[in-house]
Nanobody, 117 residues
Framework: QVQLVESGGGLVQAGGSRRLSCAAS????????MGWYRQAPGKQRELVAS???????NYADSVKGRFTISRDNAKNTVYLQMNSLKPEDTAVYYC???????????WGQGTQVTVSS
């Protein structure tokens, strides 16, 4: 089984920073792709950032230059460093583990990030 636990959410003022963490229980962490998604009220869930097992990263255009995704395979943990936060970043952020083979996605429960004006 795979369990993902997010932490680090909270209230932050616009222009501030926040770091999210996602700890995985799975031994397959090091060979899986990890991602952060977010869902704002009334909107669909969207990909924020992802990092493949080999370290290749991808970011949504809206967060490029502000957010950084990283992983620590020794700790089975993926991070999302969020800088220069904007009110439009307010959302529930979800951790995702994508198993390559067999193809399957695992999700955390989410952590709320609220950015005030």
């Amino acid at each position: 089984q795979v369990q993902l636990v997010e932490s680090g959410g909270g209230l932050v003022q616009a222009g501030g920073s926040r770091r999210l963490s996602c700890a995985a229980s799975a031994s397959i962490f090091s060979i899986a792709a990890m991602g952060w998604y977010r869902q704002a009220p009334g909107k669909q869930r969207e990909l924020v950032a992802s990092i493949r097992s080999g370290g290749t990263t991808n970011y949504a255009d809206s967060v490029k230059g502000r957010f950084t995704i990283s992983r620590d395979n020794a700790k089975n943990t993926v991070y999302l460093q969020m800088n220069s936060l904007k009110p439009e970043d307010t959302a529930v952020y979800y951790c995702n583990l994508h198993r390559y083979y067999p193809d399957y996605d695992y999700w955390g429960q989410g952590t709320q990030v609220t950015v005030s004006s």
